[in-house]
């Protein structure tokens, strides 16, 4: 079945280090990825998608791009800020039997101090 | 405010009892899925409703049942309540039609405290 490998977190970094947090995915067809966060104490929120191979999403200075041959969907941001101390989940969605299956990664913590 | 709707937001009883959540899609979407977050499990995909029809099951227990109302709305139950089942239940609605990346828009979760 699909799945999507995230790394394990927690991480921690310096207000202003560049963020890469990986994420690889196997799935059946074309599905699509997304990247969700989730601030303390809030719900997920979609943080960016992309819906097919070399497409690029990005929001809030965080980017990603789908990489069909190495199935990877990396997340990069160039300098993080506190306020981007939250948990990362990397997402795939793919259509079976008629109906969207959505299948999330473990999620990974992000801190960022001061 | 994604517009998904989730009652109570905490809920604390006893084990042994049973509780019922409640979660209204946003408008127009069609599919509503439930979430379990744990500490120790992370999101754990409980159950998946299209237009009220069951469309997945995850590692939704035989003590939790869920249901999609005519009107969208669905409702999560959970019985025979453990500690262990204490956690966060998230609900999230889909526009769901085929052929469309589809975005989960998540609602706020229902903190649920088991003692």
């Known amino acids: 079945g699909d799945s999507v490998t995230q790394m394990e977190g927690p991480v921690t970094l310096s207000e202003e280090a560049f963020l890469t947090i990986n994420c690889t995915y196997t799935?059946?067809?074309?599905?699509?990825l997304f990247w969700y966060v989730q601030y303390p104490g809030e719900g997920l929120q979609l943080l960016l998608k992309?819906?097919?191979?070399?497409d690029k999403g990005s929001n809030k200075g965080f980017e990603a791009t789908y990489r069909k041959e190495t199935t990877s969907f990396h997340l990069e941001k160039g300098s993080v800020q506190v306020s981007d101390s939250a948990v990362y989940f990397c997402?795939?969605?793919?259509?079976?039997?008629?109906?969207?299956?959505?299948?999330f990664g473990i999620g990974t913590k992000l801190q960022v101090i001061p | 405010d994604s517009g998904v709707t989730q009652t109570p937001k905490h809920l604390i009883t006893a084990t042994g009892q049973r509780v019922t959540l409640r979660c209204s899609p946003r408008?127009?979407?069609?599919?509503v899925y439930w979430y379990q977050q744990s500490l120790d499990q992370g999101l754990q995909f409980l159950i998946q409703?299209?237009?009220?029809?069951?469309?997945a099951k995850g590692n939704i227990l035989e003590r939790f049942s869920a249901q999609q109302f005519p009107d969208l709305h669905s409702e999560l139950n959970l019985s025979s309540l453990e500690l262990g089942d204490s956690a966060l239940y998230f609900c999230?609605?889909?526009?769901?039609?085929?052929?469309?990346?589809?975005?989960?828009?998540f609602g706020p979760g229902t903190r649920l405290t088991v003692l």
């Open positions: 999230a609605s889909s526009v769901g039609r085929s052929g469309t990346p589809d975005t989960q828009y």
């Open positions: 799935a059946t067809g074309y599905p699509s």
């Open positions: 992309a819906t097919k191979a070399d």
């Open positions: 997402a795939l969605s793919a259509y079976s039997g008629g109906y969207q299956k959505v299948t």
């Open positions: 408008s127009g979407d069609l599919s």
């Open positions: 409703y299209y237009n009220g029809e069951e469309r």
